[in-house]
């Protein structure tokens, strides 16, 4: 069939051409929007500027075809051959193209979105600055392929093969990057900001000043990758496996990594305010000094050697314990699971529910908490519920400006800035507990229940497994011989000096000076 042949029937509305031997035709500028070209030969053809829009092109040759600039979106190319093909400029935009093969094909600055390429094969493609968002891309092949500058924006790359692929910076925030193969992929400055990546293979890859904030990394491998300057605050690294690696000014601020492999990798200059510091395997590391201060401005550096090394990166979770002289019942522990959903609303540092033991006394509440100085601001918003709430705000209010003024007078700038953050972060708790006081009504339903009326102890560990008492009640363990006595408890403690109720100077420097910031 000739050119002319077949302009002159699409003119007259026919649209069907399977099968049609065009190979090396020259068909650029011209409109053949929803013709059915499926098998047909189109190897080396001139397609530039074409418009191909909704046509039906599955299972056609188009090797080495000229497809500049053309207009192909919601085409459907499934099984369609384009190895060596240019594409540059084409507009492919919700066009299907699943199994289709692209080796080494010029896609730069294509238009993908939304467009299914489900195991296609990318194999060397050039990909430069195309546009792939929201695009499918599960199982298929971009091994060796250039994505430099890519979007890929919440595009699906599930299990897709991209070792060795140059992903330099790419935008693929949101994407789905779970089971993937990116080993030895140059990641560098790419924004993967939220992206899914668990159990993907990152060994070797190159995620040096990469954005990996809130990204999920749960039993990915990064053995031996380059994460230097990389973000990975908030993100997700349990049971990951960092052997190896490369950590050096990496920010880790809040990370989730309980489980995690860091046998042998490189932490020094890394940022890691309120990680926790247990759970980890760090054998071998190399970690000269770390930054803790919760901008990540280096305001606040901890030093190490080999031993202090290997102390800091083992230790205690910091926790708080509130033991209630009574045990839980149905109806309490309705209360309690609703009054502490309310107080996290609002208070993010309870977000997490505590673990709960029950005896036929008592019953012991242990919330976690990210770092030592959120244990008095956190503890003075977990008691709220409870008729001891008062006296015990008293108590680590008193303690704070105890602490202040202690560590001002050793003119030690960590213990300065330590205090600054922990007043700054028991102000936040003060001001929303009374919002919460005054604007939740779970609240007043707890505090009039027998169990939040009964005596507390609140009790406080911090990251060297140091303990502190900060307040108990001179009634617990004690049995009230009648209703009336234990109506009076709360009038009762109010008379008394508070003083007594505290710990001792001595024991509240010796417990802040276990916190990890400050030097023994």
Request: overall charge neutral; charged content about 20%.
């Amino acid at each position: 069939m000739t050119i002319e042949e077949l302009l002159e029937k699409y003119a007259t509305g026919v649209i069907d051409f399977v099968g049609a031997d065009l190979a090396e035709a020259n068909l650029s500028g011209t409109n053949l929007s929803g013709i059915n070209l499926a098998k047909a030969n189109l190897s080396v053809a001139n397609l530039s500027g074409t418009n191909l829009s909704d046509a039906d092109l599955s299972y056609a040759k188009l090797n080495v075809a000229r497809l500049s600039g053309a207009n192909l979106t919601g085409a459907i190319m499934n099984y369609s051959s384009l190895n060596v093909a240019n594409l540059i400029r084409a507009d492919l935009s919700r066009a299907q193209l699943r199994e289709a093969t692209l080796v080494r094909a010029e896609l730069i600055r294509v238009d993908f979105t939304r467009a299914d390429l489900c195991e296609a094969n990318l194999n060397n493609a050039d990909l430069r600055e195309a546009t792939l968002k929201q695009a499918n891309l599960r199982h298929a092949n971009l091994s060796e392929a250039n994505l430099r500058g890519c979007s890929l924006k919440e595009a699906n790359l599930e299990t897709a093969n991209l070792s060795a692929a140059d992903l330099g910076y790419t935008d693929l925030t949101g994407s789905n990057l779970r089971d993937s193969e990116l080993r030895q992929t140059n990641l560098c400055l790419s924004n993967l900001s939220g992206a899914d990546l668990r159990g993907a293979n990152l060994r070797w890859a190159d995620l040096r000043g990469a954005n990996l904030s809130w990204a999920d990394l749960s039993g990915a491998k990064l053995s031996g990758a380059n994460l230097i300057g990389a973000d990975l605050s908030h993100a997700n690294l349990a049971n990951a496996s960092l052997v190896h690696a490369n950590l050096t000014q990496a920010k880790l601020i809040q990370v989730e990594w309980v489980g995690a492999d860091l046998s042998g990798a490189m932490l020094t200059g890394a940022k890691l305010y309120a990680t926790q510091r247990f759970g980890v395997k760090t054998e071998g590391i190399t970690c000269e000094w770390i930054d803790l201060s919760p901008a990540g401005d280096r305001s606040l550096i901890q030093n190490f050697n080999s031993e202090s090394t290997k102390e800091f990166f083992n230790a205690t979770p910091p926790t708080i314990r509130i033991v209630v002289d009574a045990p839980l019942d149905h109806e309490a522990n309705f209360v309690f699971a609703g009054t502490y959903y309310q107080i996290s609303q609002e208070y993010q540092g309870l977000k997490q529910p505590p673990n709960v033991e029950i005896d036929s006394r008592r019953t012991v509440f242990t919330f976690r908490v990210n770092g030592d100085e959120a244990l008095l601001p956190t503890a003075y918003m977990a008691i709220l519920p409870f008729q001891d709430a008062a006296i015990a705000q008293k108590n680590i209010y008193t303690m704070v400006d105890i602490i202040r003024k202690e560590m001002i007078n050793r003119q030690n700038l960590k213990s300065a800035q330590l205090v600054k953050q922990i007043i700054i972060l028991l102000q936040d708790s003060m001001r929303k507990s009374k919002i919460i006081k005054q604007t939740n009504k779970k609240i007043e339903i707890a505090t009039k229940l027998n169990f939040f009326q009964v005596p507390t102890q609140v009790i406080l560990t911090n990251s060297s497994a140091q303990t502190l008492v900060i307040y108990d009640s001179p009634n617990f363990g004690k049995r009230f011989i009648n209703q009336s006595i234990n109506k009076d408890y709360s009038a009762e403690q109010e008379s008394q000096d508070s003083s007594h109720l505290m710990p001792s100077l001595n024991m509240i420097v010796d417990f802040v000076k276990g916190f990890y910031y400050i030097n023994q």
